[in-house]
Nanobody, 124 residues
Framework: QVQLVESGGGLVQPGGSLRLSCAAS????????IGWFRQAPGKEREGVSC??????YYADSVKGRFTISRDSAKKTVWLQMNSLAPEDTAVYYC???????????????????WGQGTQVTVSS
């Protein structure tokens, strides 16, 4: 069965960096888009980034600071997060699209399988 396991979250100071990992199993990673999402307390879930083939997409709030990448052979998707700010504090989730493309990722549509999430806290 499809399984997604996030890791790499933690506590970091403002301006710091973290790299999140999403280990995928139960499907062929190269055939599906993978998205990263986050949800802060009291806020709606937000689409952060998505990768489909060699195409990548980013929310305006993270563009230029976050980089998504993947290695299909290693069955892993990463989210490199630089210049972190307190407003980046949230639980971060990776999710598998039901399709090859990232369509609907900003709303979380078409993503049927989700990981358990990893907490990212940006604080001094």
């Amino acid at each position: 069965q499809v399984q997604l396991v996030e890791s790499g979250g933690g506590l970091v100071q403002p301006g710091g960096s973290l790299r999140l990992s999403c280990a995928a199993s139960g499907f062929t990673l190269a055939y599906y888009a993978i998205g990263w999402f986050r949800q802060a307390p009291g806020k709606e879930r937000e689409g952060v980034s998505c990768i489909s083939g060699s195409s990548t997409y980013y929310a305006d709030s993270v563009k230029g600071r976050f980089t998504i990448s993947r290695d299909s052979a290693k069955k892993t998707v990463w989210l490199q997060m630089n210049s972190l700010a307190p407003e980046d504090t949230a639980v971060y989730y990776c999710a598998k699209s039901d399709y090859y493309y990232c369509s609907g990722y900003s709303e979380g549509r078409n993503f049927g399988s989700w990981g358990q999430g990893t907490q990212v806290t940006v604080s001094s």
